[in-house]
């Protein structure tokens, strides 16, 4: 049963456009979630998280948005470059003592 | 910056081989993680340790036993390999700090088994 989903595989946008990276969940307990980013050949590095008490979080080019009535997140990345082209790796956790329930990942291609 | 850095880059072993994937964190970290990631199935927690000689279970444990000695050492042992842990393997670290989630990363291990 995959309690995080991204349902997008890929996703190709053209440098200097937006990026949106899609996550659906089905645990309600879920209070906590995270974006990873992972270059081939190199662990995931966190991007950006966002608690459930908040339904946005901005860091630079990168914000994330929650809607917790759709248990829906998502991660918007403006304006695309080159260098964002990884795989991105949503994840969610009940909470402190609890693991990171991470989804299959989205390829992101952005094109110059 | 949080180091954390696994034994072995690629690695390739034979059906029923004893092998043994080591990774280590500099951050004096008390959660250690092994992950492993497979196309379309992103990353499943293998096992866990929240302190030194402690240990649980993850997503999918079958095949794997791990060990913590030290705090800063986690390794993951497949007892006799199989074609079907052919993946990349990746360790990760993090506090035990309530409000901090974030994991720490390695490089990753791509074990094949032929």
């Known amino acids: 049963d995959q309690q995080v989903k991204q349902n997008s595989p890929s996703l190709s946008v053209q440098e200097g456009r937006i990026s949106i990276l899609n996550c659906d969940y089905t645990n309600s307990m879920f209070d906590y979630f995270l974006w990873y980013k992972k270059y081939p050949a190199e662990g995931p590095t966190f991007l950006i998280s966002?608690?459930?008490?908040?339904d946005k979080n901005e860091d630079g080019r990168f914000t994330v948005f929650l809607n917790k009535s759709a248990k829906h997140l998502s991660l918007h990345i403006v304006p695309s470059q080159p260098g964002d082209s990884a795989v991105y790796f949503c994840?969610?956790?009940?909470?402190?003592?609890?693991?990171?329930?991470f989804g299959a990942g989205t390829i992101l291609r952005v094109k110059s | 910056d949080v180091k954390v850095t696994q034994s072995s880059r690629y690695l390739v072993k034979r059906t029923g081989e004893k092998v043994f994937l080591e990774c280590v964190q500099d951050?004096?970290?008390?959660?250690m993680f092994w992950y492993r990631q497979d196309p379309g199935l992103g990353l499943r927690l293998i096992y866990f340790s929240y302190d030194v000689k402690m240990k649980e279970k993850g997503d999918i444990p079958e095949g794997y036993s791990v060990s913590r000695e030290k705090k800063e050492r986690f390794s993951l042992i497949l007892e006799s390999a199989s074609t079907n842990q052919t993946s990349m393997y990746l360790c990760a670290s993090s506090q035990s700090r309530p409000g901090n989630y974030e994991q720490y990363f390695g490089p990753g291990t791509r074990l094949t088994v032929t």
């Open positions: 966002i608690s459930s008490i908040k």
């Open positions: 951050m004096d970290h008390e959660n």
């Open positions: 994840a969610a956790t009940k909470g402190y003592g609890n693991k990171l329930v």
